[in-house]
């Protein structure tokens, strides 16, 4: 199940995002890694993915609706043979 949060728990604040709060459906979709918008008004809030307990952050409204339509879309084997290639991203994600 995934959940829509509008704004992280107090208690989440300090915990790291997922991706180090980059956009993984930007990476995946276009190859382009995105911070999320965290910090500002237009923030298109978080998801709680329920199968991991783990937070998600997008860049925009269209790529938070994007994941949460089929998050295990994003976190697959695809994510995984992405990173692979690219020894960088390792450090980053």
Do not use: H, W
């Not at 459906?25 to 923030?43: N, P």
């Not at 993915?49 to 998050?71: C, D, H, I, M, V």
Request: glycine share 4%; proline share 4%; with cysteine.
């Amino acid at each position: 199940a995934v959940e829509y949060i509008p704004d992280l728990p107090q208690e989440k604040r300090e915990s790291r995002l997922e991706f180090n709060g980059f956009c993984i459906v930007s990476f995946m979709d276009t190859g382009v890694l995105l911070d999320s918008k965290i910090d500002d008004e237009t923030c298109p809030g978080f998801l709680l993915l329920q199968a991991n307990g783990a937070f998600y952050s997008f860049s925009s409204e269209r790529a938070l609706k994007t994941f949460a339509k089929n998050p295990f879309n994003y976190l697959s084997q695809k994510l995984m043979d992405a990173v692979q290639s690219n020894a960088v991203l390792i450090y980053l994600l």
